[in-house]
Structures are given as structure tokens and as C-alpha cells.
């Protein structure tokens, strides 16, 4: 087995979150951006687990190397919730504050006053094709009125946290992940880690 472990997502916020909460002190990390010649893999996938599943088996056997990869994203329950694993791919892969746009626009069509959401975060651990760990957290929340804040990055701004009273990108990176989707899975990866006194 390798001893680095690499994490397998394109997205740089991704990338800063994830490494936050798996410090260099566990293993050496890697990036995508050591292996710039690797092309992300189509999501075919139908659920956030086969996707992070499809990515994590994907790199490992691109690079030889263990992956955590992990799919994401925001469901809106009055939107049947979408839009879900398509969250990065929404309205063409438009700019976020068009995404937001359209958003409030879908709801306010709907007329409804559900106004309950949640990210969504599944994560895999593979060497090759065998799974080493996988779980899924969510945080749940609302569609703030408007969006606010200019932390964090994608849906922050408009995903409304009311135990604080703030939407996510109104929080520091930290309050962030205590409570979000990403630093529960990563939290649950590093318990593994040190039950199992796994050394990737
Ligand atoms: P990789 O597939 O390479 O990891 P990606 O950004 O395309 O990068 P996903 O397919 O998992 O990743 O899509 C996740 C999208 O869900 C992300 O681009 C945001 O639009 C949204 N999302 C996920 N977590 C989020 C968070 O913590 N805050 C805001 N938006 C988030």
C-alpha cells in the first residue's frame, strides 16, 4: 500500500476543506495538481455515493494511489430536491449568483412555503477497486430569503444555518466545518483511521 494519499476532487474549495480536517501529520497528501495530465471521469452516476465511488475507484486506478474523493451537493426539498447531485452542472454550469437567480425563481413559481434543504456529502476511500471506507452526512438548513455572505464557496450564500442564525458563507472556515455535511464525513474518516490504526 502507498503511504500518500490523494485527494481526488477538481474543485480548489474541496481541496481546502478536505485538507483542513486530514492534516499532512496522518500522511503525505497529494493533489490532482501533481497529475495534471488526469481528466476528471463523466458522473454517470444516480446517487451522491456512486459518484463518489465512480471518482474514488477512477483516480485510484489512474495513479496507483489511495483516493478520498468525495460527491456532494444542495437538495431543496420544494424543489423535488434538486438540485441535488447535478448541484455543480445547474443551469448549464452557470455562474453562481445566475444559479441563485434561477433558483429563487423556480420557488417563487411553486409558491410554496417549504423552505427546508440540506448539503449533502458522500466520501470514499479506495485503493484501486476496493473500498477502504464510505459515509454520508448532511447538514440540514433553509433557503435563506437572500443570499448572504461572502465566505465559503458554491451554495454558501444562500443556504441558511438557523442554529446560528447566519448563512454558511457568513461563517468562518471553522464554524463551517463543524457543523457542515464535508467536516462530519471527514471527521468520521479520521475516526476510522484511528480505530483502525489504518496508515494509508
Ligand atoms: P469534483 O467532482 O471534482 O469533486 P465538483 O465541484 O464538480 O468537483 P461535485 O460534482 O461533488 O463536485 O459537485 C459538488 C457541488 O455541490 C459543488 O460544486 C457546489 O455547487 C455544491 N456544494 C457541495 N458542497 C458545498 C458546500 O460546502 N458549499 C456550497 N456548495 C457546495
Redesign the pocket.
Known amino acids: 500500500m502507498t503511504n500518500t494519499l490523494l485527494i481526488g476532487?477538481?474543485?480548489s474549495h474541496?481541496i481546502i476543506?478536505i485538507k483542513d480536517l486530514l492534516p499532512d501529520s496522518l500522511f503525505p497528501i497529494k493533489t490532482l495538481k501533481d497529475y495534471p495530465e488526469i481528466a476528471?471521469p463523466e458522473?454517470t452516476g444516480a446517487t451522491f455515493s456512486e459518484?463518489a465511488r465512480l471518482?474514488a475507484f477512477y483516480y485510484s486506478r489512474m495513479t496507483g494511489s489511495v483516493v478520498v474523493?468525495?460527491?456532494?451537493?444542495?437538495e431543496i426539498d420544494a424543489l423535488d430536491r434538486a438540485p441535488g447531485i447535478f448541484?455543480?452542472r445547474f443551469n448549464n454550469s452557470s455562474s453562481y449568483p445566475e444559479k441563485f437567480r434561477v433558483i429563487y425563481e423556480q420557488l417563487k413559481q411553486r409558491d410554496t412555503r417549504i423552505k427546508t434543504a440540506r448539503?449533502v456529502?458522500a466520501l470514499t476511500v479506495a485503493d484501486g477497486n476496493r473500498i477502504i471506507f464510505e459515509t454520508q452526512h448532511t447538514v440540514e438548513g433553509e433557503i435563506a430569503q437572500k443570499p448572504k455572505g461572502s465566505n465559503?464557496?458554491?451554495?454558501?450564500p444562500i443556504?441558511f444555518y438557523p442554529p446560528f442564525n447566519r448563512t454558511?458563507a457568513e461563517l468562518p472556515a471553522e464554524d463551517k466545518a463543524e457543523i457542515?455535511?464535508?467536516g462530519k464525513a471527514l471527521r468520521a474518516l479520521r475516526l476510522f483511521l484511528s480505530e483502525t490504526q489504518q496508515h494509508i
Not at 474523493?69 to 444542495?74: P, T
Open positions: 476532487t477538481t474543485n474541496k476543506e476528471p458522473e459518484n471518482k474523493a468525495e460527491d456532494s451537493g444542495l448541484s455543480s448539503f456529502c465559503g464557496f458554491g451554495y454558501d443556504f454558511l457542515s455535511h464535508r
